[in-house]
């Protein structure tokens, strides 16, 4: 299909030469989004600094850091990145391909569909209406919706390959490709979901199973959201600035393929030493350990680039970003694999260490260059200079501070709460608490809200330098241009078609074969993932009860998952922080997993049975009153909301459908089985002094319910 | 753990794929000039002759 | 005086310049470009790269050959109705403004569809509609903008395309190899710890059954059907070895996996031939813009003048020239055949192509003259008395073809038969000792001992080594043709050299006069004269004058040339001293004088072909290791200041190209391994003869005859050095075999106990084949930064 080349014919018309103009409309909305973007991304993630220091400022239920952290990260990644992705892709797809935009409607649909999808998950989010999954929280309708657009760009994008004037198709092309390829088939692996109701689902997978797929997503959301798509625009934008080829051409090419082909797979290594089976741990350790080769290929090729050029990198502030933006990349690309290593992961996990390394990618990496890109691109398409180049320098100094002020204090915190979780007396007992731990590491917190707030003040800086810039120029919409067509590719192959080609060569059909084979392979393997029959049963372990299972959701909808992990390591130190360590047995019926990636706050896989029920009772009311120096909001909003029991059968049938051995006609008696378990629980309360003639029917209860079962089903004798 | 299969063979699928995309690439004649590729990017269209200019005024002032 | 730098072109503007306001041009060529490509609005030509143009000075090239369509064919990629693409080679492309210029092209002209530049071979891909422009047309455009198209009879579309199929294995090796890893690490890790990891064990082998059939079948098969050549043809290369391994890689594995026993070790046989493909793609990359076989061909033009009865002048293709065939010759012109001179005048034809000797012989009305020499100053007429293929120069090449290209076998095909024999030896020994207690494990350790013993390092010491030589040497100017050639030049005790742009510069020099008593005046009319006379003598002395920042006079009338004789032109003279009718006495040894009216203006000395720079050390040096020769076509020297260096005996002159190419077998008929260094046509005979021909050259685009290896002239001082480091890069390729014995070593110890678990097969494969391309690039890259050869290339 890539062989049919130009959708007018030359041999019409009198010369060869077409016109056409460059759409940068387009451009100029992407990029307004990617800037408008960039300061709530990074305005939500200082509130979110904020609120680690000062618990007060978790005002309402919808601003709680459960569920603002999913906000910031779905705004930096999807709203920020996401519109700097396309922003830079529209303006340098045309320009590489010497063709304008596939179709400007599909653009149009494009554009507006991805403000509204943000827009819905802006509001999704802070009303609870999660997945729980990181990166991934945005339920079915959503993910539907993002389907939908994704595939309007990817006709847009390939429809433009089609009909360009260029033969050669630019590295920068290849990134971008690979790019769509990949995130299509994660999106679509890791939403596999059946829905309950209209905005709520349960994932097809279970436990162990589900977090894999979870962190085969999120590892390649970072991979082929955050990676590849920014290196094509390094590739393209980069060079424009220094205005200078590329290093070596051919290192870009062979970085390309060599990514390609390793990065899927490194997944794994963010389920280090959890319960997931040991040789797919190391598996992901091995294969991000190769990526470094590839990574640093890239980083080199981009420095070496500016070769010669310093002294204008000294100048541009432009370059400037860029070359921080590159050498971000290399950091994070050599940290990234070094953490995947058993020994040292064990230390980093669930710290703040991981939050630094994830923040010099976005602030230093897709941060800096979108900000390069952003200077580089609106003077050009508002035909003017930039208003002011002292700005945009300030903004570079500032943006690095930022950067810094950021990361260095999380490396320090994280390092320091991990070897104080680690830490034992001489007599063998734990020397610190959770919360000592967590105090020891406020001022790092405090450090790293400042990095963050002077980083906002630099988007600021750039937003008020961009609006002068386009107030002083005017914009070019349609920019001329004129090229000749392809004719008949001079590949020997004249008008042959690629079917044809591949019966003419035994091997390329192989091949194909091959692949055709695999194809039937999932086929038939796909069923067999439905019926989980072979995943390790543990005896005791049964299904949660209808209540329990609102409780889950409770615990999903206020994103406890956010500070919480459920998952205890194999570790002495965790062992006897915790209680013994978890089994892959005990998530069977987890749907979706809230093994979580981040203890902020203590784990709670073994809470269950560990506090009486007045204690959480009394906790979630105001935590501060156990203890004073804990930074979890209040929730006392649980105390008071009824528990909405109306979708509670329907989320029963939808887990049996998707394996849960609940008895048939549990779906008929949920609510007698909630009240019964509720009175339990009430009557515990009322006995401990807890006054209110509601208590049944409150959301507390069914959390309780669900904290008090957490990981007790194998200490628990089986059941008469 | 079928899931892993489940993965697995997603994974090969799209690695195929690239391999295909790869084999294009390298039939079409891509990959036989190394050099004017990253060069011919550096031109801009003959009306932006005057942004040049700014671009130029840019990386100089 | 201030001299402005053309607009166009930056040379210096002379005192003909054109001056127009705020631009200046050297010439009137330049300053027509110039206005075509300000008026056609590609003015950007200049804000890319500032006077990035080419000169226009002394551009006069002829297509009118190209209205021959059966001349112009060869040179056509493609044509249909409407539009035809040709590929020219466009040595003139030095910068990025040509890219830009040439791909707007059709801005200057609207028959040009489409232009593609590759930069690298300095070719462009044009697409035009014969009906606005012809091909003819279109290289007259492009000589004008300054990029005079290279048609060379030799010329053919296929050269240079890089190896597609190589490419096509890489990645499919690549792409398995990756995926194999992944389905296979997990048997290392310990998937028997995981409750279903069993089921993943069986599926995750048929998978790579599945995906190593392509590869074994596709990307191996160059290897199998290279193995089954030598073996029906009972020489051992080290593809045989290899081949072996392979098979028993893939028949051990796929036992393994269908009957359930094992994992197999396919991923051991992924990456093995991964990396001998990677090897093979190193060692074939070479300097896509050099010719290292050019024939004669390359040397004549496409087509002749041939004059009709009628008298009208047609091109002809060379090979279509037939006895009897009138040939007009211009002055420049080379002859392309042999034939009987027909002129009103004496002519002189400069053999220096042929000879070296620079001075024009000649010629009259009727001589024999011989294909290779150059008209000089008048044109003239040849009658073909043979066919081109037939003229006596080309038997050179003749006599070539019938020479049998010996099979080239380098140093791992040479050990290899040993290794082949030893490593069979080894298993069968395995085998029997392990047969009688334990049939299964002997089978076992002895295919064990096969695919361990796989020389995928030993096979992979030579590409990398050597490639990477290939690259560091091409740094520095010396341009080596293929990884053969390093070792025949390990062995080299003979060099010879040619004189005349070999050792001594092309160009002819002269000192300050021995008397001069001439005025600015003078002088410029005389460079004036000079430069009408294609002499040698004249063009020396003009340079000479150029030098002395002189400036032509401009004269009117036409200088008048008396053959061996001199110049003159109104009241001067210069030539011979006879010539310059001086009254008074002649100055001692004065070869040229300059008189006006008889009253001697200026004389000068011989005018010696002067030695090249840094001739003294080189041979110096290579005298310390060799013995070295001095071949030359011309006269004998008064003085031979190489005396020192090179025997007298062994300095030979007025050698024919004949006469060299057997004095280079001579010598190796006495068993000697011989370079030869030689520039021109001349040359080309000793050179394909010599174990090393080396050919040196002023600039990549200019023509040097065929040979093994090209030295750029700027890279001459240091040749000796070059030599002593290839020499030295020797032992880098013994450390690497070092390596890859030891790793067999090791994994024979393991093999030969059947202990050889695919865990360690893994291991030691992949990390003896990497070791070995870190101890070959590596090395020879250190070595080279060490040893702080001076880069120097080509001026672009």
Known sequence: ?720 | MQVILFLALLSILVAGGFLFAFFWAVRSGQYEDEVTPAIRILFDEPTSAKQDQHDDDDNNV | ?796
């Not at chain 1, 915190?413 to 608490?433: H, N």
């Not at chain 3, 420049?332 to 002519?347: C, E, F, H, M």
Request: hydrophobic share 45%; proline share 5%; charged share 15%.
């Open chain 1, 1 to 720: 299909m890539m062989t049919t080349t130009t959708t007018s014919d030359p041999l019409e018309k009198e010369v060869d030469i077409e016109q056409f103009s460059y759409d940068n409309k387009i451009v100029r909305n992407f990029a307004f989004a990617t800037a408008f973007w960039g300061l709530i991304g990074t305005s939500v993630g200082l509130l979110a600094a904020l609120q680690l220091l000062f618990p007060s400022l978790n005002f309402t239920a919808e601003t709680t850091f459960g569920r603002i952290r999913p906000l910031h990260t779905n705004a930096a990644i999807f709203a920020f990145v996401g519109n700097g992705i396309f922003m830079g892709v529209y303006y340098s797809l045309q320009r590489l391909l010497k063709a304008r935009m596939f179709s400007d409607r599909l653009s149009k649909m494009h554009f507006w569909g991805w403000q509204l999808i943000i827009l819905a998950a802006a509001l999704t989010i802070p009303l609870g209406i999660s997945t729980s999954k990181e990166y991934a929280e945005l339920e079915w309708p959503i993910d539907l919706s993002i389907a939908v657009v994704w595939i309007i760009f990817g006709i847009n994008m390939f429809g433009t390959i089609l009909k360009r004037r260029e033969r050669h198709l630019y590295v920068a092309i290849w990134f971008y490709i690979a790019t769509w390829v990949t995130v299509t088939v994660l999106h679509v692996g890791n939403s596999l979901e059946l829905p309950y109701s209209f905005w709520h689902s349960y994932p097809v997978f279970a436990g162990v199973q589900d977090a894999l797929v979870q962190w085969w997503y999120g590892h390649n959301a970072v991979a082929f959201f955050l990676t590849t798509p920014y290196l094509g625009l390094m590739y393209y934008y980069l060079p424009k600035a220094a205005n200078r080829p590329v290093y070596s051409y051919r290192l870009s090419i062979i970085h390309f393929w060599a990514l390609i082909f390793i990065y899927i797979w490194a997944g794994p290594h963010h389920l280090l030493y959890t319960s997931l089976p040991d040789w797919a741990q190391s598996l992901g350790m091995v294969f991000s350990l190769m990526l470094i080769a590839p990574s640093w290929g890239g980083m080199l090729n981009g420095l070496l680039t500016l070769r010669g050029a310093w002294d204008r990198v000294r100048e541009d502030p432009v370059l400037k970003m860029m070359v921080v933006a590159v050498t971000a990349y290399g950091m994070a690309t050599l940290e990234g694999p070094l953490l995947s290593i058993k020994s040292v992961n064990a230390i980093s996990h669930y710290t703040d260490w991981t939050v630094g390394h994830v923040h010099i990618g976005t602030l230093g990496w897709n941060g800096m260059l979108t900000f390069g890109i952003l200077y580089w691109l609106i003077p050009k398409i508002f035909q003017t200079k930039l208003y002011s180049r002292k700005l945009a320098n300030t903004h570079f100094w500032i943006a690095t501070l930022g950067m810094l002020f950021y990361a260095i204090p999380l490396y320090w915190a994280g390092w320091t709460q991990s070897s104080m979780w680690k830490q034992f007396t001489p007599d063998g007992v734990l020397q610190y608490s959770f919360l000592e731990t967590l105090d020891a590491i406020i001022p790092m917190y405090a450090l790293r809200a400042f990095g963050g707030a002077i980083y906002v003040a630099g988007v600021v800086l750039m937003i008020y330098n961009l609006i002068k810039t386009v107030k002083g120029g005017q914009l070019l919409e349609n920019e001329f241009a004129e090229a000749a067509p392809l004719r008949a590719s001079k590949a020997g192959h004249k008008g042959e078609h690629w079917h044809r080609w591949i019966e003419r060569r035994p091997v390329q059909l192989m091949i194909g074969a091959t692949i055709a084979v695999l194809i039937g392979g999932m086929v038939e393997i796909f069923p067999m993932l439905m019926v989980d029959e072979n995943v390790p049963k543990i005896e005791n372990v049964q299904p949660y009860t209808a209540l329990e299972i609102e409780g889950r959701d409770i615990y999903i909808r206020e994103g406890c998952n956010a500070c919480h992990s459920q998952m205890i390591r194999p570790f002495r130190s965790e062992t006897e922080r915790y209680g013994e360590y978890s089994k892959s047995g005990e998530f069977i019926y987890d749907r979706p997993h809230l093994w979580g990636s981040k203890r902020t706050g203590p784990d709670l896989h073994r809470i269950g049975g560990k506090y009486p029920d007045s204690w959480h009772y009394n906790h979630m009311y105001d935590p501060q009153a156990m203890n004073e120096t804990s930074i979890m909001p209040d929730y006392d909003w649980l105390l008071v909301r009824e528990l909405n029991r109306d979708y509670t059968p329907a989320k029963i049938r939808t887990l049996m459908s998707l394996g849960t051995p609940y008895a048939d006609d549990y779906p008929e008696h949920v609510h007698e089985d909630m009240d019964r378990q509720a009175a339990e629980i009430a009557a515990r309360l009322r006995t401990d002094g807890i006054e209110d003639d509601e208590l049944e029917s409150r959301e507390i209860i069914a959390l309780i319910a669900y904290l008090q079962r957490l990981g007790t089903d194998i200490s628990r004798q089986p059941e008469q």
């Open chain 3, 1 to 796: 005086m201030n001299q402005l730098a053309c607009t166009h072109c930056g040379e210096p503007c002379l005192e003909d310049q054109i001056v127009e306001t705020d631009v200046q041009f050297c010439c009137s060529g330049c300053q027509t470009v110039y206005h075509i490509l300000k008026d056609n609005g590609l003015s950007d030509f200049y804000r890319l790269d500032n006077a990035a143009g080419q000169s226009q000075r002394n551009n006069s090239t002829d297509y009118s050959w190209l209205s021959v369509p059966e001349l112009q064919a060869p040179f056509i990629q493609f044509q249909d109705d409407q539009h035809t693409r040709v590929q020219l080679d466009l040595p003139a492309i030095h910068c990025t403004s040509c890219i830009w210029l040439l791909e707007h092209l059709n801005r200057l002209h609207e028959g040009v569809s489409s232009v593609q530049v590759n930069f690298g071979l300095k070719r462009a891909t044009i697409l035009f509609r014969q009906a606005k422009i012809s091909i003819q047309e279109l290289s007259e455009l492009l000589a004008k903008i300054g990029y005079p198209p290279l048609y060379r009879s030799d010329h053919d579309q296929t050269q240079s395309l890089p190896n597609r199929r190589l490419l096509y294995q890489i990645g499919l090796a690549g792409f398995v190899f990756g995926n194999i890893m992944l389905f296979s690490f997990p048997e290392y890790l310990g998937l028997g710890i995981d409750l279903a990891g069993e089921r993943f064990e069986q599926l995750f082998g048929y998978l790579n059954l599945i995906l190593i059939i392509p590869v074994l079948l596709y990307s191996g098969r160059d290897y199998l059907l290279a193995a089954y050549r030598a073996l029906s043809q009972g020489v051992a290369t080290v593809d045989l070895p290899i081949s072996l391994g392979i098979m028993a890689l893939f028949g051990r594995s796929a036992y393994e996996v269908l009957s359930q026993s094992g994992p197999g070790y396919f991923d051991s046989l992924a990456g093995l031939l991964f990396f001998l493909l990677i090897g093979k793609w190193f060692q074939s990359r070479t300097f896509s813009r050099l010719s290292f076989d050019r024939d004669y061909r390359a040397y004549f033009p496409v087509a002749a003048r041939r004059k009709e009865s009628n008298g009208q002048l047609t091109p002809v293709a060379l090979d279509r020239i037939q006895i009897g065939d009138r040939l007009q010759l211009r002055p420049g012109d080379l002859i392309p055949v042999d034939g009987i001179l027909s002129a009103q005048q004496q002519v002189g034809v400069d053999y220096s192509f042929v000879t070296g000797e620079s001075a024009p012989q000649l010629r009259q009305d009727g001589d024999l003259i011989y294909a290779g020499g150059r008209a000089t100053q008048q044109a003239f007429e040849v009658v073909a008395t043979k066919a081109v293929e037939q003229s006596y120069l080309l038997q050179l090449w003749r006599d070539q073809e019938g020479a049998p290209s010996s099979l080239e076998q380098n140093l791992t095909d040479r050990a290899s038969k040993y290794f082949t024999l030893a490593v069979v030896i080894i298993g069968l020994a395995t085998l029997a000792y392990w047969w009688p207690s334990d049939p299964a494990k002997a089978a076992y350790a002895a295919t064990s001992v096969l695919i361990i013993a796989c020389p995928c390092a030993l096979a992979l010491a030579i590409p990398f080594t050597y490639g990477a030589i290939i690259r560091v040497m091409g740094r520095y100017g010396f341009y080596l043709r293929s990884v053969q050639v390093i070792e025949k030049i390990q062995g080299l005790q003979h060099f010879i050299f040619d004189k005349t742009g070999t050792l001594c510069l092309s160009q002819a020099s002269t000192s300050a006069p021995l008397q001069a008593k001439w005025n600015e005046q003078d002088q410029a009319i005389v460079l004036a004269m000079c430069l009408q006379s294609k002499h040698p003598k004249s063009q020396t002395l003009a340079s000479y004058l150029v030098n002395q920042s002189i400036h032509p006079a401009p004269i009117e009338s036409v200088v008048t040339e008396s053959i061996g004789q001199g110049l003159s032109f109104q009241e001067y003279r210069l030539g011979q001293p006879a010539f310059c009718q001086l009254q008074e006495a002649t100055p001692q040894n004065a070869k040229l004088c300059v008189a006006k009216n008889g009253q001697l203006l200026a004389a000068f000395g011989a005018m010696s072909n002067q030695l090249r720079p840094g001739w003294e050390q080189v041979l110096e040096q290579l005298s310390t290791n060799g013995e070295l020769h001095l071949l030359s076509g011309d006269y004998q020297p008064s003085t031979q200041d190489w005396s020192d260096q090179i025997p007298l005996g062994n300095c030979h002159f007025e050698q024919s190209p004949f006469a060299k190419r057997a004095y280079v077998s001579a010598l190796q008929k006495g068993g000697k391994k011989v370079a030869m260094l030689g520039d021109g046509l001349n040359d080309a005979g000793a050179l394909n003869t010599a174990d090393v021909g080396i050919a040196i050259s002023e600039d990549q685009s200019s023509f040097s005859p065929a040979s093994d290896a090209i030295l750029a002239a700027s890279s001459f001082p240091q040749f000796a050095d070059l030599l002593g480091f290839i020499k030295r890069c020797r032992w880098m390729l013994y450390l690497a075999f070092a390596v890859a014995i030891a790793y067999n070593i090791i994994g024979l110890s393991f093999a030969v106990q059947g202990e050889l678990s695919p865990v360690i097969a893994a291991i030691l494969m992949p990390l003896s084949s990497i070791s070995i391309v870190l101890i070959g690039l590596g090395g020879v890259y250190l070595m080279a930064w060490f040893s702080r050869l001076k880069t120097d290339q080509w001026k672009k």
